[in-house]
């Protein structure tokens, strides 16, 4: 359990990764105003879907993904969604633009459903102390996922969603869990095989090393 403040800025151990709060923000700025996210392009016929796309249309109706594209006059929807995913990840939105927005918690459809954001920064416990070390991340990877349907014509519906995210220290995918007060958002980070120092904690394990030098 956590039993101090929320620490900003962290380093990894072993290694010894070491860096100060200004330090930290200051390198990934810069690196984010150089960087470009990858756009994965993914396509699949409404047939090979299973009834497991869900879609939220612009008058608020929910209609799966088939229902849609055979039927609908209309096909301008507010967003959808892949149900029972391995890993719960974001809703589909109609543009790229929205797809960050609603990541970032800029913006939300109006559509009376509740949506989940990540903002802009992520946590971990600090290995030792176990409080909690803040450190910001940026996108790395959207997916675009097109639903088509070939009749007569083509019909297809394009969602937008951010797949994968980018620290300092790794690369993680925003996923989410349900708890009693709904979806709780959470970054799945493949730096595990690493430990997680708070400043703190990495101060006096540098302190120790200078006695022991």
């Not at 200051?26 to 984010?32: E, H, L, P, Q």
């Not at 150089?34 to 016929?45: H, K, P, Q």
């Not at 937008?160 to 708890?179: D, H, L, Q």
Request: net charge neutral.
């Amino acid at each position: 359990m956590e039993h101090s403040s929320c620490i900003s800025a962290g380093h990894f151990w072993p290694g010894i990764y070491k860096m100060g709060i200004l330090d930290l923000l200051s390198k990934f700025k810069s690196k984010k105003e150089e960087a470009s996210f990858e756009i994965d392009n993914c396509r699949f016929s409404v047939d090979d879907c299973n009834n497991r796309i869900t879609v939220i249309m612009r008058d608020g109706t929910r209609n799966n993904a088939a229902e849609v594209l055979k039927n609908a006059n209309d096909l301008r929807f507010i967003r959808f969604f892949i149900c029972e995913e391995e890993l719960r990840k974001p809703q589909f939105a109609p543009s790229l633009e929205e797809a960050i927005d609603w990541f970032f918690g800029k913006s939300y459809p109006n559509d009376g459903y509740r949506l989940t954001s990540w903002g802009k920064s992520s946590k971990m416990k600090c290995t030792f102390c176990e409080s909690m070390v803040i450190f910001p991340f940026h996108i790395k990877k959207i997916e675009r996922l097109t639903i088509y349907w070939q009749h007569i014509d083509l019909r297809e519906i394009v969602g937008w969603r951010v797949s994968e995210v980018e620290s300092e220290f790794g690369n993680g995918i925003p996923t989410k869990y349900f708890t009693i007060r709904g979806d709780h958002p959470v970054i799945k980070w493949d730096i595990l095989r690493k430990k997680i120092l708070c400043t703190r904690c990495a101060k006096q394990l540098e302190e120790n090393d200078d006695r022991q030098n």
